[in-house]
């Protein structure tokens, strides 16, 4: 019964986002021009992978700057 119940409660609970989620779907309406310049890539990539480039590199910058 307990199970039963927590399913249904885990319905209502709020989830908050990653962190970068709203910066990865602002960054989607962006040129993959755009995209290259801010990931510093003059490589042709698709806008996912620019995307993921530059999430990541601002990952690792708040690493750096945790630490």
């Known amino acids: ?13 709020y989830k908050s986002p990653d962190e970068y989620d709203g910066y990865r779907r ?3 309406d962006l040129t993959s ?7 510093g890539t003059p490589s042709h990539y698709s806008k ?3 995307i993921n ?3 990541d590199g601002m990952k ?3 690493r ?4």
Do not use: E, H, W, Y
């Open 48 to 50: 996912t992978i620019l």
């Open 33 to 39: 021009k755009q995209l290259q310049k801010q990931a």
């Open 26 to 28: 602002f960054l989607r």
């Open 1 to 13: 019964m307990k199970t039963v119940l927590d399913a249904i409660g885990s319905l209502f609970v």
């Open 64 to 67: 750096d700057t945790k630490d």
């Open 60 to 62: 690792d910058n708040d």
């Open 53 to 55: 480039m530059i999430i």
